[in-house]
Structures are given as structure tokens and as C-alpha cells.
């Protein structure tokens, strides 16, 4: 079992569901209030990775992060090398990867939410940022929870793009998934297997714990 | 009405009586074949009569498959070391391990890049303009171990092991550079000569004795059905129209020749 890229890729994991819940409770909230004709393209942007090969992804920002692009020089001229086959690679290619799987949990909680409560809560003076941390997220927690949940477990088991834009370089890119690609194509069966026992054992109870919670197993807060 | 399905059936049935007239084999082969083998194939099924049914992908990913009951009859993979390790394992049979064909290694950069690999050879792999260099995975592709060995005998290996990003094959190697990832690329010669990436860089050929040679390795699988056909076939690999094709593509003949 390879540690170093095991903490590696729960580093990212954490890193990524972090920054993605700073970036998806906005959309979502955004999603499911706004009132623009053309909110259906935003949703559909979003959701596109999930419908996508990880290989497009991975191919297009290879693409994008190269000196061959705009915006890969513009990073070079900024910081003296090029982005691709670093940690803030694979940040990057995660983020927009797992994208969908912190939104739409988040925003079909937003929808379920009773919009008199939300309508109350502005009677009554609140702001609209006050109304969301106070009404529409504890209302949503379930929600929240199972975004957390997903985008972790999805983070941890990304693949495709990691291949495509990662470099596998110990300690820096190698993710498990890769390491485990690398050990059955070298036939390490037996180290393999100890790896991905490890991935489905979190899978399965991160999985589990977004079921729990969702039918209710435990209360969410015994405390109340 | 009558006339469609016969029509039908005559098409249906059309490749069957094609198939009568020779044997079909089913051919796994390493990826960086995939230019050189497409000739011969032809040519031995225009010879012969036979049919021939290639398919393309990593030996490491072949060796997993027909541990776990790939129905292929001959494997032709991009080492020696996987055939070997069916033979051991009782899966190919052991008499008929050879190397078919050598690969070459070479360097690689974009058609545009300043670095003159021509000139300054392993030399430009210090210039300060490279920051990253890519090479297909030691762990399990054979070019990525000579790449390592390579850069061992010129002693660079220590110098230059934290700018190295390890693609899965050659391919994606040789991609790294051209999408301006990797400033310089350790690849194979039958994919720098390839016309899709034969106009895109330039290369330089890696001495030989800086590496082991990267002998590729053929072997009848014991479960085959065909064995005199896939016997057959094996040998046409290395009759003279044959090394003539592998050499155009990048690659050397074996040594002594069968």
C-alpha cells in the first residue's frame, strides 16, 4: 500500500470539496432562485461533467494549461512555469470534474425547502444572505451533508483526468487510482488489491452515509 | 419482398463463405505496432488466404486480459518480459517465445523548438529551457524503463529525475510535448515516424548501447484453437518483406535473423 499517494488523494479530496462548497452553494442558491430564461444553460454547463468522458475533460485542459494556449502563457509569464503536472493541476481539473456533485445535491435541498419559510423570514426583515444561513441551509442540511459526502468520495476516486493532466509524479500527482492502474498493468496484483480494497471500503461508507442520512437513520443533530 | 431477403441473406451469409476459405486469427498487439503491423497483416492475408483480427492496446493490459481468458491466439507485445511470464505461467506455449522485432529510443521535441537535440544530442536535456521532460511509465512500459537506463548511463538520471512526468505509453508522452506541456520527450522511433507525428517534431536517436535493447517478444497462447495458423503466422513476422516493413517503421531486425 503506497501511503504517500493515499494521503495524497485525501488531500485533494479535501482540498477540492472545500473550495467546491465555497464555489456550489452560490450556484446552487443561484440555481434554484434565479429567474432568468437562461438559467437551463447554466444548469446544463454544470451537469456536463457528469456526462462527459473524464478524457475530454483531461484533454482540454492539458490543452488549456499549455504553452500553446492563452491562458497557459498567461500563467507562465506570471509564475515562471507552466501549471500542467502540478498539484494545482489536478485542483483544477477536480474542481470542474466534481462540479456537478456538490450543485445538484445542493440545489434539489434548496428547492424542497418551504418557500412561505423563505418568504417569512424576508416579512419579518431578514436579509436574503441572513434568510440562507439561518432558514434555507439548516433546512438543507441533509443536503449539504450528501454534497459533502459525494464530492469527497467522487475527488477520491477520480481517474481520468488525474491521468490525463497529472504526470503521475510521486508524491505531487500520483494519485491511489493511478497507482492502482499502475500496479495491475505491471501485474502487482496482490499490491493492487490492497489498494482498491482501501478506495471501496471509503466509497462504501461514505455511500452509506449519504443513505443514512437521507432516510433518516440518525437524527442529524441528537443534541437538539 | 421476397427478392430483400434474399438480398439479405446473401449479405448475411456473403463473409462466412469468405471465412470458409481460410482460418481466422485473433491477433493482441502492443500499441506502438499499430502502424507497422497493418502492411504485414495485409500481406499475409493476401498470401495466404487468411483472415487476421488485430487488436491494439498496452501489453501490460494484454497480459491481464489473457490471465483472465482473453481469447486471443497470438500476443506480439512491446517486451520480453510479459511473454515470458505466460510462458511461465502456463498460459503461452514455450516453445514458440521469440523476438519478432528491436525498438529504438529517441528524443523527442515539438518542430519549432529551439533545443538542437541534432547537435547537442542527451546534452540538450540540461538546457535550461526544459523544465519537464516526458517519458512513457518505467513502472510497466518498456520504453519508459530504456528511457530511464538511458539517462542513467549518461549519468543525468539524479540531475534530472524531478523533471520527468511519466505518461502511460509513448503516446502520451510525445502528446505532453506537443501540447507545450514538456519541453522534450523520450519516445519511441516507430512513433516519432508515424504520419500523424512525424510533421508535428523532431527526434534524434538514442545510442543503442545507453540502453538494454528493447527486444519485443512474440508467443502463441496455449488455449489457441489455431496453433498451426498462429505458427504460420509467427514466421511470416520474420520473413524478409516482413523486417523490411518492421525497419521502415522504426524498427530493428533481431539479431541473426530467423
Not at chain 1, 433546512?139 to 503521475?168: D, K, P, R
Not at chain 2, 507525428?197 to 534524434?204: A, E, I, K, N, Q
Request: proline share 5%; charged share 10%.
Amino acid at each position: 500500500m503506497d501511503w504517500q499517494s493515499f494521503f495524497l488523494t485525501v488531500k485533494l479530496a479535501l482540498l477540492v470539496t472545500v473550495i467546491l462548497l465555497a464555489l456550489g452553494l452560490p450556484i446552487a442558491y443561484w440555481i434554484t432562485y434565479s429567474r432568468r430564461r437562461w438559467k437551463f444553460l447554466v444548469e446544463a454547463v454544470v451537469g456536463m461533467p457528469l456526462v462527459l468522458p473524464p478524457t475530454v475533460l483531461g484533454f482540454y485542459i492539458l490543452l488549456a494549461l499549455g504553452s500553446r494556449s492563452p491562458l497557459g502563457r498567461w500563467w507562465e509569464s506570471l509564475t515562471g512555469h507552466t501549471l500542467a503536472f502540478t498539484f494545482g493541476a489536478l485542483v483544477i481539473g477536480s474542481v470542474i470534474y466534481s462540479l456537478p456533485f456538490t450543485v445538484q445535491p445542493l440545489a434539489a435541498g434548496f428547492a424542497t425547502v418551504d418557500a412561505k419559510l423563505v418568504a417569512a423570514s424576508a416579512t419579518l426583515g431578514a436579509s436574503g444572505l441572513r434568510t440562507f444561513w439561518r432558514v434555507i441551509l439548516p433546512l438543507s442540511i441533509s443536503a449539504l451533508l450528501t454534497a459533502v459526502a459525494l464530492t469527497f468520495a467522487h475527488t477520491m476516486g477520480e481517474f481520468g483526468v488525474v491521468l490525463m493532466v497529472g504526470g503521475n509524479i510521486p508524491g505531487i500527482t500520483r494519485t491511489v487510482s493511478i497507482d492502482i492502474y499502475d500496479q495491475v498493468q505491471a501485474t502487482n496484483y496482490a499490491s493492487a488489491n490492497q489498494t482498491a480494497l482501501v478506495l471501496l471500503a471509503i466509497s462504501f461508507v461514505a455511500l452509506s452515509l449519504v443513505y443514512a442520512l437521507n432516510r433518516r437513520v440518525w437524527a442529524i443533530w441528537p443534541w437538539r | 419482398m421476397r427478392a430483400i431477403l434474399a438480398a439479405v441473406l446473401l449479405v448475411l451469409t456473403c463473409p462466412l463463405a469468405n471465412a470458409a476459405s481460410g482460418g481466422e486469427l485473433t491477433v493482441a498487439a502492443a500499441a506502438d505496432l499499430s502502424l507497422a503491423l497493418q502492411p504485414i497483416v495485409s500481406n499475409f492475408q493476401r498470401q495466404t488466404g487468411n483472415t487476421v483480427r488485430l487488436s491494439f492496446g498496452s501489453s501490460g493490459d494484454f497480459t491481464n486480459q489473457i490471465q483472465n481468458g482473453a481469447p486471443y491466439d497470438v500476443f506480439l507485445s512491446a517486451d520480453l518480459g510479459y511473454p515470458q511470464k505466460l510462458v511461465k505461467l502456463g498460459l503461452a506455449d514455450t516453445g514458440s517465445l521469440r523476438t519478432y522485432a528491436i525498438g529504438r529510443l529517441v528524443l523527442w521535441v515539438p518542430r519549432d523548438s529551439k533545443l538542437e537535440i541534432e547537435h547537442k544530442g542527451m546534452q540538450a536535456l540540461v538546457d535550461p529551457a526544459v523544465h519537464k521532460i516526458a517519458i512513457a511509465n518505467p513502472q510497466h512500459a518498456p520504453y519508459g524503463r530504456a528511457a530511464v537506463a538511458a539517462l542513467r548511463h549518461f549519468q543525468l538520471y539524479d540531475k534530472l529525475a524531478g523533471k520527468l512526468v511519466l505518461g502511460e505509453n509513448v503516446g502520451q508522452a510525445a502528446q505532453f510535448v506537443e501540447s507545450g506541456n514538456a519541453q522534450l520527450g523520450i519516445i519511441a522511433l516507430a512513433h516519432a515516424l508515424a504520419p500523424s507525428v512525424r510533421t508535428l517534431g523532431r527526434y534524434w536517436l538514442v545510442p543503442t548501447d545507453s540502453y538494454p535493447p528493447l527486444q519485443q517478444g512474440v508467443v502463441i497462447l496455449s488455449h489457441s484453437q489455431k496453433k498451426t495458423l498462429a505458427g504460420q503466422f509467427v514466421e511470416f513476422l520474420s520473413n524478409e518483406q516482413s523486417q523490411a516493413i518492421f525497419r521502415q517503421f522504426g524498427f530493428v531486425a533481431p539479431a541473426g535473423g530467423h
